[in-house]
């Protein structure tokens, strides 16, 4: 029993490290793409595409948050599948806010880089 639970403890480091990993690849490469944009020679389709991945990325950080603050009780079990696919389930949510417009951020951000192209 002392083996599997050491086997258990490593695959949840390995897979809070991964998914630690995987957030800081996207924020670099949202990162990048957005300082190497020249908002003044993009096209508009690029400029509002930034920032829908700029919201989504915002929004599935929300996401994830607001999951941490959901207390839990000790009898009630993890669901495993929640555990594996839960930061897939959030980037969909996410996309899905975005291209329904609810919030509207991207379409303020972009509104926002356009009157500031000139400056």
Same mark, same amino acid.
């Given at each position: 029993?002392?083996?599997?639970?050491?086997?258990?403890?490593?695959?949840?480091?390995?897979?809070?490290?991964?998914?630690?990993?995987?957030?800081?690849?996207?924020?670099?490469?949202?990162?990048?793409?957005?300082?190497?944009?020249?908002?003044?020679?993009?096209?508009?389709?690029?400029?509002?595409?930034?920032?829908? %991945?700029?919201?989504?990325?915002?929004? %599935?950080?929300?996401?994830?948050?607001?999951?941490?603050?959901?207390?839990?009780?000790?009898?009630?079990?993890?669901?495993?599948?929640?555990?594996?696919?839960?930061?897939?389930?959030?980037?969909?949510?996410?996309?899905?806010?975005?291209?329904?417009?609810?919030?509207?951020?991207?379409?303020?951000?972009?509104?926002?880089?356009?009157?500031?192209?000139?400056?």
């Amino acid at each position: 029993m002392g083996q599997a639970m050491a086997i258990s403890i490593g695959a949840d480091y390995y897979l809070n490290n991964a998914l630690t990993s995987q957030t800081a690849v996207k924020a670099d490469k949202l990162s990048s793409a957005l300082g190497s944009m020249d908002a003044a020679k993009a096209t508009d389709e690029e400029l509002m595409e930034s920032c829908k %991945e700029f919201e989504a990325y915002l929004v %599935e950080q929300m996401l994830k948050g607001m999951e941490k603050t959901i207390p839990k009780d000790e009898d009630e079990e993890e669901n495993p599948y929640l555990e594996q696919f839960g930061d897939v389930l959030y980037t969909q949510v996410s996309k899905t806010i975005v291209e329904n417009g609810e919030l509207g951020l991207a379409r303020q951000l972009f509104e926002s880089m356009k009157r500031n192209q000139g400056l």
